[in-house]
Structure formats: C-alpha cells, structure tokens
C-alpha cells in the first residue's frame, strides 16, 4: 500500500497527473474548512498543487455586486452566478473554473473538458453573455507546499475520484460530495471517521 501511495505522490494515479482530478474529503477531515468538500485539482506537481473547492457557496455574495465594484456591467442573466468559497488563500481573488468553448491566451487549458481563467477577461465574457457556457465562479483557492498533498493524501485525508462536468458544474451543492464518492463505487454510509487508522 504503501508503495502505491509513492507512486501516487511522483506522479499521479497509474503513472499520470493528477492534475484534472477530483478531491474528495474523507469524513475524518481535521481541517472544518474542508469538511465534505470536493476540490477540482487544476494544478499538482513537485512544486505543490493547487484546486477549487466545487461544492460551497458564498451565500452572502452576490456575482453582480462584485463584478460591478470592477465597473463592468453585467447583463440580467449572468447575474445569477453562483459565487464559491474557492479555498482559503488569496480570497479576495476570483478564480473561473469553465468549460474549454472559451479560452483566452491567459487561459490555463487543463483538458479537454475543464479550464481555469483568472482574469478580468473572462469576467467581461461572462457578464456579457459570450463567456463559457459551463462555469464555476470561486474567490480564492485551496493550494498545498510541495509535498504537503502528498502527505494528506497517504494519511487518509482525501479520495481521488476522476472529475464529472456534472459534479463540478452542476447546481446541487449539496449532493456533489455523495455523487463524486458514488462514481468510484463507495458508499458514503460505510465510510467510518477512522477509515485507515489502525
């Protein structure tokens, strides 16, 4: 096992990156602001990693209100934005986790399927309607020390689960961390505060 969780922290899942990969917080999770989270992983390397949490909101902000303070209008529509707790580092930055239909030369193409944005650009595009379709908006971000995930990961912290355009852009907050654990065949109910520990 042991062996296994090696591979895993030189490079990735069966040899690749886990860069586009899913994290999904194990029930004994320590640390109350990753509590039953799913972290989109956008970044992982021997520099360290960086994700978006994909599953809580800021219920108290609203994505008008913020892309207004920049001066930029925003068209009825894209009002209703969702905003996301992305993480605890740098939380007064706004990070966009969308769909590759919009790309900006600033744009960090991750997959086919999944992009990163972090520029005013791309808050312009969606507050003008030809932004991407599909999109989580987040401000700030979760971001691990080289190794620090590493270590998380071979003490039970968090699953690795292959990411689903349903789960990370889907509506349903709250149903996100039972489905990312479903797709990988495990039963939230089963899952013990101890899983692991001897």
């Known amino acids: 096992m042991n062996e296994q969780r090696d591979e895993i922290s030189e490079s990735g899942v069966d040899g690749n990156s ?45 994505f008008g209100e913020i892309i207004g303070q920049l001066g930029i209008e925003v068209r009825e529509e894209a009002r209703s934005t969702p905003v996301h707790v992305g993480g605890p580092v740098e939380t007064s930055r706004g990070f966009v ?5 919009y790309t900006h030369p600033d ?3 991750i997959d086919e399927r999944f992009a990163l944005s972090a520029t005013v650009d791309v808050l312009r595009a969606i507050s003008d ?5 599909q999109r989580v908006f987040a401000l700030g971000y979760a971001g691990w020390a080289p190794g620090q995930l590493d270590a998380e990961i071979q003490s039970n912290g968090w699953l690795i689960v292959p990411s689903d355009e349903d789960i990370v852009f889907g509506n349903d907050q ?17 899952l013990s505060g101890d899983s692991g520990h001897a």
């Open 107 to 109: 744009t960090l193409v």
């Open 18 to 62: 886990l860069d586009g990969m899913l994290l999904v917080a194990m029930p004994n999770m320590s640390d109350p602001r990753f509590a039953h989270s799913v972290i989109y992983l956008c970044t992982f390397s021997s520099e360290g990693a960086m994700g978006l949490i994909v599953n809580q909101l800021a219920d108290t902000l609203d």
């Open 174 to 190: 709250d149903s996100k961390w039972r489905k990312a654990l479903c797709k990988i065949g495990v039963d939230p109910s089963l």
């Open 97 to 101: 986790l969308h769909s590759t239909d």
């Open 129 to 133: 309607g030809s932004g991407p379709k």
